[in-house]
């Protein structure tokens, strides 16, 4: 079981510092980044602080997320127990971000689906972590 765990924790951690990647440089996927950056601009304006009279640049945004995907994953699958359990926090804080803003949006269900998924991964390493 441990060794299921591990490998959901490697294998999420480095999907989440791909994903990082892919919102910081051009240089992986120039589609990609193009494609991330108009979804930036709808992101930033159902952004959950709006209501409080914030509202993030875009660009801004999208280094911000990108930038807490990449460490996050990669302390997901390098760090000590401690910061594992701390980034597995940020994520799932982001994922529930991710849902919520795909909602406001008025997505389909496909396109929730990953970020559902990837929460209920998280969710799952959190609560193996606590009952072990």
Not at 98 to 104: C, D, E, G, Q, R
Not at 124 to 130: A, E, G, Q, S
Request: proline share 5%.
């Amino acid at each position: 079981m441990a060794l299921l765990l591990s490998a959901l924790r490697v294998l999420l951690g480095g999907f989440f510092a791909l994903t990082g990647a892919a919102k910081l440089s051009e240089q992986l996927s120039a589609p990609v980044s193009e494609q991330m950056k108009a979804l930036f601009v709808q992101f930033a304006e159902v952004f959950p602080l709006k209501a409080f009279g914030y509202q993030p640049d875009p660009v801004s945004y999208q280094t911000a997320v990108g930038w807490l995907e990449l460490l996050a994953g990669l302390l997901l699958v390098t760090g000590p127990p401690m910061l594992q359990e701390i980034s597995n926090f940020f994520l799932t804080l982001l994922m529930m971000g991710a849902i919520f803003t795909l909602v406001s949006l008025k997505e389909s269900l496909s396109t929730c689906i990953p970020a559902i998924v990837c929460l209920g991964f998280l969710l799952l390493l959190d609560i193996c972590h606590l009952l072990a």
